[in-house]
């Protein structure tokens, strides 16, 4: 069964930025990415690939700890209480810079040493 589907994948289809959290020795660690990045190579059913520039430091905390957050949101998606909706998606994580993702995001964009490849485990609406 997909994980990421209706009103969650409505935001996914209209977030313009998301949030990336991983867990690193000085705590949480977070970073982020553009929505149009993560559309341009398509949202899974339970699968999400972002193009990976830099990350180092998310790359170091993922080879510890492959667990992840990602906060989505879009004020274009009706929510459960008002205008716009919010998305906790977890799940676990890992920078990978060869083979076929990477070649297809590398493909897509240029400056990308890599994919981030997360795969889905749990999602929560931001009520």
């Known amino acids: 069964m997909p ?14 930025f998301l949030t990336i959290v991983t867990s690193g020795d000085d705590g949480p660690y977070v970073v982020g990415n553009w929505g149009d990045y993560m559309r341009a190579l398509g949202i899974g059913d339970d699968t999400i690939v972002l193009p990976a520039g ?44 060869s083979g076929e993702v990477a070649d297809t995001v590398k493909a897509k964009f240029p400056w990308a040493r890599g994919a981030m490849v997360i795969r889905v485990e749990e999602i929560k609406a931001q009520l």
């Open 3 to 16: 994980k990421i589907e209706g009103n969650c994948r409505d935001v996914c289809e209209a977030t313009e």
């Open 54 to 97: 830099r990350y180092h430091r998310t790359e170091q905390n993922l080879r510890k700890d492959a667990r992840v957050q990602l906060m989505v949101a879009s004020r274009k998606v009706q929510g459960t209480r008002s205008p716009g909706q919010g998305y906790l998606i977890s799940g676990t994580a890992e920078i990978v810079t």
